[in-house]
């Protein structure tokens, strides 16, 4: 079998998606996701410009050896663009090799390790009550794993909090949105908020939560402390991870369980974190990562040291990772949860899926490869509209981390 094809799809049902599609000479092909939130078209440049056509005339079933002539043949090595387009290109070669053996991916893994996959939602407020609200709906849902994220009184903006009704969407059109920040007001009100999820739902759900990297790491350390009471599930990105040694000191002083990574694409991001055992569980997903030949070797490292998964889902990752995902998690022998905020109707129509919802966890499907398809027709009706991140700022006007 040969490739003789591959092409880069951008299109925005709702939100903008970049999907890879590999084409083979005996007519199956295999699609992978190549978003990267805000910074869309650097990856469709990366793969149209200088990936594709590296491509054309190699076997898709050789899928390590692409993985390396694409890591190390372009000499320059790892960051988000260059490890999305990667992990998009592998996504799609294990979706042939699926087709081609007529097995669904998690099958050609080594076989399930589970029999479904636990999903954590998003109860996001722009208050007390409505946080709540949102919570109580996801536990009648059938969640087991919630992540609350609520306005703080007297802030401006908060991260986690939409200002348009619906679904969590950070990325904006026109104008970046900067949005306010003062870690006191967020120290304070914090405990407080998972104190009033506590008194309310008792201790059946799990607990989450996304710092989103706004703490130094002796307010983390603080904050996990503060928090033990509530028995979170994980507190996420207390704190910027490009120093990973920063963590020691949150380690020290708490044992609130730390989540990490949905920004790291490859496995040097995590080495220390995981091998000092200063997280418990690691965020990296498959789109970002280098796709599933480099992201199980995450998961074998973080195994060794009994750090589990909890792959990065939000819906800024198109219906195809999640499938792939999806795949990954129910094999990965160290799986922790995996994130699922849903998408916009539009985008469940580009991408026809085998994976399916039910109260509280999910399953890939049992279709060959990653089981999810793109409407290409339907696609072109949904043309790319440039979107932006936001930006934070302290009270000051300091620029923070978002
Ligand atoms: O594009 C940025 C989002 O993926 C990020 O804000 C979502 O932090 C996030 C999460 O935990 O899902
Ligand atoms: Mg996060």
Redesign the pocket.
């Known amino acids: 079998m040969k490739i003789v094809r591959a092409d880069v799809i951008v299109t925005c049902p709702g939100r903008n998606f970049v999907t890879l599609k590999i084409v083979t000479d005996e007519g199956l092909y295999g699609i992978g996701d190549a978003t990267l939130?805000?910074r869309e078209l650097a990856v469709a440049s990366y793969l149209k410009d200088h990936v594709c056509p590296t491509l054309i005339g190699r076997d898709p079933g050789r899928i390590e050896d692409i993985w390396q002539y694409l890591y190390k043949g372009a000499y320059w090595r790892r960051g988000p663009v260059t490890m999305t387009a990667i992990g998009a290109v592998d996504m799609a070669l294990w979706d042939i090799l699926g087709k081609a053996a007529n097995l669904p991916l998690y099958r050609l893994l080594g076989g399930a390790s589970r029999d479904s996959v636990m999903v954590y939602g998003h109860a996001t407020g722009r208050d007390l009550p409505e946080a709540l609200e949102r919570y109580a709906e996801h536990v009648e849902a059938g969640y087991k794993a919630i992540r609350i994220q609520c306005g703080i009184p007297n802030m401006g903006s908060v991260y986690g909090v939409s200002k348009r009704a619906g679904a969590y969407e950070?990325?904006t059109k026109g104008a970046v949105d900067e949005q306010s920040w003062s870690t006191e007001k967020y120290l304070d009100f914090v405990p407080k908020l998972f104190e009033a999820v506590r008194e309310r739902f008792g201790f059946d759900t799990h607990l989450l939560h996304?710092v989103?990297h706004r703490l130094t790491p002796i307010e983390a350390a603080r904050l996990g402390k503060a928090v033990e009471p509530y028995r979170l599930f994980w507190l996420?990105?207390p704190t910027p991870a490009e120093n990973q040694a920063a963590f020691r000191l949150i380690r020290e002083h708490t044992v609130t369980p730390i989540a990490v990574g949905?920004v790291f694409n490859s496995i040097w991001d995590c080495k220390q974190l995981i091998e000092e055992q200063l997280v418990d569980y690691i965020r990296a997903t498959l789109t970002h990562a280098g796709g599933i030949t480099h992201l199980r070797r995450v998961a074998d490292l973080a195994s060794l040291y009994q750090v589990r998964t909890g792959c990065?889902?939000?819906s800024?990752l198109s219906p195809v990772c999640m499938g792939a995902a999806l795949h990954f998690d129910l094999w990965v022998p160290n799986f922790g949860v995996q994130?699922y905020?849903g998408y916009p109707e539009a985008a469940l129509d580009v991408f026809p899926h085998a994976w399916r919802f039910e109260r509280g966890v999910m399953h890939p499907g049992e279709a060959p490869g990653h089981g999810v398809d793109i409407d290409e027709a339907l696609a072109a009706r949904y043309p790319y509209d440039p979107a932006w991140?936001p930006v934070a700022r302290l009270e000051d006007g300091t620029l923070w981390n978002w």
């Open positions: 939130n805000g950070p990325a996304d989103h996420e990105d949905e990065h889902g939000a800024d994130e905020m991140l």
